[in-house]
Structures are given as structure tokens and as C-alpha cells.
């Protein structure tokens, strides 16, 4: 499929990077977004002086950015800075103790010796099996699995390295106090899987932190954003803001455009859709034309848990004064309950363990003068579950934004000048989430590798899918890779 035209829908970072791979093809590509600027759930929001990243800000595996400038004979350095991060992770337990963790293996020892010098041997047998988790894994992040036979492959190896293990299930092998299985095994949230689910596969992303580090992008993840964004501009990619796509246009077994809400058609050779999947299907295609992915299926899925974030500015500097770190997870009391409760779709649960992002300890750009750029974040059920958002968002927000104020940021209330806060409404409205889901099919065994939705439609030979619901999933190394499968699959 050379050099025809093609119409990406959605500029999240698997959008941004399947159009760079597509123009750098020579393909014809049109990009519509239907927001006011690009980055999808990547979106930054400005407000007095405080930048606030709205989406992913955990970077691993950089070399897979680099690669996208390198394919066009550019440097991404000359577009945006990567820093190391150190610590990677300040892991809090309930009681305010806490454990770092880098790249560096001795130094991990000596952290692990604070709560069970015991576990330093059976950390180290982990972290060696974890090589081979990661060889084997990282193996298939970029392949496309769109056939049974392309899983029966790889079958013997996922038994080998005891995929049918849970996550948690894998670490508790080698890890015997609880607080350190939970610092060891929460990897899968960060890409919507429970960790006492998720397969145990997922721990590569331990073995990739430690093997590459965790980097920043100085000014935040919208530099990023706005670099691809300058690169498809020189590559001279349509790339339209404010356009939203209501059709996807079929005939029969192939797709011949999109059909925009201001009614007007634009053809095409083919689609890639870096919108959710589900959400795709189910309201851009009529259900009549689809018969593999009809709407019952696509609701039987498994849809990852949602997220509600609190953006906060200070007028304070808490850095240096504090024991935070730029990257913080405070874990509550209870692990195992809470995340079952959260993955049941239930309730709301009346406690929370959190994700406190603070970029302005490594980047002062992100806050005005004197100030202080937060996120706090706290898995939540999404919208199956039995919640009022509208009056159960407040109370939780003060419930929080208390607990920090009284454990970890003193005269927290007094000194915020800029906040906002999103719940599993704006995963659905905003950024067109099946369910408010924030990571969309969750990462468990049976929606791994081929029985994840595939990158190419089993209705429309020419409707390729990117992003967090298509394989290989979540998190930043997957979206991209995503897009490096479908640059393969249309340019066989």
C-alpha cells in the first residue's frame, strides 16, 4: 500500500507516531483531532502560571521516541530533552515509610534491607528471572498476533516463564513481606491492570525501569507532543484541530473515508483509528455493516478501571522541604481488598491508594515563581459501577486533598491557587472512553497478545487501530509500538 491516502483519526501518541511512520512512507496522511490541540489523553492544561500534564508521564523505553525522528533523519534531542529521574519511585506504606527505587541494584539492597533484610536474596533471584520475562515479551510488543497460530508459537514460552501467574502472584514467589510485594507488583495499574490479575508477563515493566531508567521531558509530556507535532508539520501532514470524525464510511469489506461533523467526506485508501477501539466500533461504524466485532462483543470485553485526578497549583515550593519525591505512590492500608473492589465495578471504596505526580521538584518551568505543579490520582471503578460521579466527586476530592494536606504538603487548602479535577466522565465525554475506562481492555491473560482486539479489523481489511485497546496495549512503550505494527502491516 504505497503511496496512497490515508485518514488517522485521533493524535494521542500512537496516532502522532503511526502518522509520522506513514508519511515517512510517502503515504498521503490526513490527521483529524477533535480537540483544540493535539496529544489525546497526553492533553496538557495551563492555568496561572501552572502547567498540568493530563496524561501519561511515566517514560520508559525512550529509544522507541528516538526511533520516530531517526526514521526521518532527525534527532529527537534537537526537539525535546529526556532526564534520568532518581528516584524512579518514592513507594509510601499507609504508616508514611517509604521505599526508593532506581536502576542501581545495591541501592535497591539497602532499601530493601529497611523493612526485611531477608528479602534481598529472593529481589535479586527476582530481578535476574525478570531478564527472560523481558527478552521473551519485549519479543512480542511489536508483532502483530493476528492469528491463532502466531499465539500456539509463543505458547510453550509463556508457560516456560509461568504467564498463568498473576503479577503479584509471580513477585510473592520470591518476596516474602507484604509491603515490598505490594512496591514490586504494582506495574500493571500503570497500564489498567490489576495487579493480582495481570499476567505475569507484565513483570517486564520492572526489568525495562531498571535496565533503561525512567526519563522526564523537560517542560513536561507537551513537549513531546508539540515535537511530533512539529515533525509531522515538516513531514506536511494534514493535521486538523477542532475536526471530529462522526463515520467511518464502508462498503462492504473495506473503508473508504470518514465523514466529519461538519458533514463534509474525506476519502481515503485507508484508516487508522487512534480513538478507542470499542468506542470506535461501537459509534463511528453501524452495527449492521460489522459482524466480527458487533456491539455484544465488543462489550463483553474486560474494561480497565477509570481514574480520578485532582490538578493542583501552590503557591508554595513543598520541594526540598518535604519527603516527596517527583514520582510518589502512597499505598493504603489494605492492597488486596481495595484493588478487587476497584476491578469489580461495585462501588466507590471509601479508601485510596494514590499516584502523586510533582514535576516541578525536576522542572520549575512547570509552576510560576515560588509555586508548585501537582497531580493526584486515584483508581476508581468505572462507569458500570453503581456511582453517582456528580455528588460522590466532591466529597472524595476533600477526602484526599485532607489526607495529603495532613501527611505529606502542610497548609495544603491555604496554598493552592489553581485546581481542577476529572472523574470517569471526562474519560468518556473528552476522550471518547467505552465506559470511562482509562486504559481501555484491560491487560489480563485472556486479553493479551492475539485475544487482544487485533491492529487490523477482521470486518475491514483497510481499518488499522493504535493505541492503549489494540495489542500490545497501555503505557507509553505499547501505543507506540502499536503504531510500529501497523506501519508494517499496511506497508507489507
Given amino acids: 500500500m504505497m503511496g496512497k491516502k490515508v485518514i488517522v483519526i485521533g493524535s494521542g501518541f500512537g496516532g502522532l507516531a503511526a502518522a509520522v511512520r506513514l508519511a515517512v512512507r510517502g503515504h498521503e496522511v490526513q490527521l483529524f483531532e477533535k480537540r483544540d490541540k493535539l496529544g489525546g489523553r497526553a492533553y496538557v492544561f495551563e492555568t496561572a502560571g501552572f502547567k498540568f500534564d493530563a496524561g501519561p508521564t511515566v517514560i520508559t523505553a525512550p529509544w522507541l521516541f528516538d526511533e520516530l525522528w531517526e526514521m526521518t533523519g532527525r ?18 506504606d499507609h504508616a508514611g515509610r517509604y521505599l526508593d527505587y532506581n536502576g ?13 533484610p531477608a528479602d534481598k536474596e529472593g529481589y535479586t533471584r527476582f530481578i535476574a528471572s525478570t531478564k527472560d520475562v523481558f527478552d521473551k515479551g519485549m519479543g512480542l510488543i511489536d508483532k502483530p498476533f493476528l492469528h491463532f497460530s502466531d499465539m500456539v508459537k509463543v505458547a510453550p514460552d509463556l508457560v516456560r516463564l509461568q504467564s498463568y501467574r498473576s503479577v503479584y502472584g509471580y513477585v510473592e514467589k520470591y518476596v516474602k513481606d507484604d509491603f515490598l510485594r505490594r512496591c514490586f507488583s504494582f506495574h500493571p ?37 508539540q515535537g511530533l507535532g512539529q515533525l509531522l508539520d515538516e513531514l506536511k501532514v494534514d493535521v486538523r484541530l477542532n475536526t471530529e470524525a462522526k463515520e467511518i464510511l464502508v462498503d462492504g469489506k473495506q473503508v473508504t473515508g470518514v465523514r466529519l461533523a461538519d458533514g463534509t ?25 460489522r459482524h466480527k466485532n ?5 462489550k463483553s470485553k474486560q474494561y480497565s478501571m477509570s481514574l480520578f485526578v485532582i490538578y493542583f497549583g501552590t503557591k508554595k515550593r513543598y520541594a526540598g522541604e518535604g519527603k516527596l519525591a517527583h514520582h510518589n505512590i502512597i499505598l493504603s492500608e489494605r492492597y ?16 485510596y491508594s494514590l499516584y502523586l505526580h510533582m514535576p516541578s521538584m525536576t522542572d520549575p518551568t512547570m509552576a510560576p515563581p515560588g509555586g508548585e505543579t501537582f497531580y493526584v490520582l486515584s483508581p476508581v471503578p468505572h462507569l458500570e ?34 485546581e481542577h479535577y476529572v472523574d470517569p466522565r471526562y474519560f468518556q465525554n473528552e476522550l471518547n472512553s467505552y465506559l470511562g475506562s482509562a486504559f481501555s481492555v484491560q491487560p489480563t491473560l485472556l486479553q493479551s497478545a492475539w485475544f487482544r482486539p487485533h ?29 510500529k505494527i501497523v506501519d508494517g502491516l499496511m506497508n507489507e
Fill in 265 to 289: 467526506v474525506h476519502q481515503a485508501d485507508g484508516v487508522v483509528s487512534n480513538a478507542d477501539g470499542a468506542w470506535t466500533y461501537l459509534n463511528l461504524i453501524p452495527s449492521k455493516a
Fill in 75 to 92: 534527532k529527537r534531542e534537537d526537539y525535546v530533552k529526556f532526564v534520568q529521574l532518581d528516584p524512579f519511585y518514592r513507594i509510601f
Fill in 104 to 116: 542501581d541494584h545495591d541501592f535497591i539492597l539497602s532499601e530493601i534491607d529497611k523493612f526485611n
Fill in 189 to 225: 495499574l500503570l497500564i489498567g491492570g490489576n495487579p493480582l490479575d495481570a499476567p505475569s508477563l507484565y513483570v517486564l515493566i520492572h526489568y525495562l525501569e531498571r535496565e533503561w531508567g525512567i526519563h522526564y521531558a523537560i517542560g513536561g509530556t507537551g513537549p513531546i507532543v
Fill in 294 to 298: 458487533s456491539d455484544r462483543w465488543v
Fill in 336 to 351: 488486596k481488598g481495595l484493588l478487587r473492589e476497584i476491578f469489580a465495578n461495585a462501588d466507590l471504596p471509601p479508601d
Fill in 455 to 483: 491492529n487490523v479489523s477482521e470486518d475491514f481489511s483497510n481499518l488499522y487501530f493504535v493505541g492503549a485497546g489494540t495489542h500490545p496495549g497501555a503505557g507509553l512503550p505499547g501505543v507506540l509500538s502499536s503504531a
Fill in 385 to 418: 459501577a453503581d456511582i453517582d460521579c456528580a455528588v460522590q466527586e466532591k466529597p472524595y476530592r476533600d477526602a484526599i486533598m485532607k489526607f495529603l494536606e495532613e501527611e505529606y504538603l502542610p497548609d495544603l487548602q491555604a496554598n493552592i491557587v489553581a
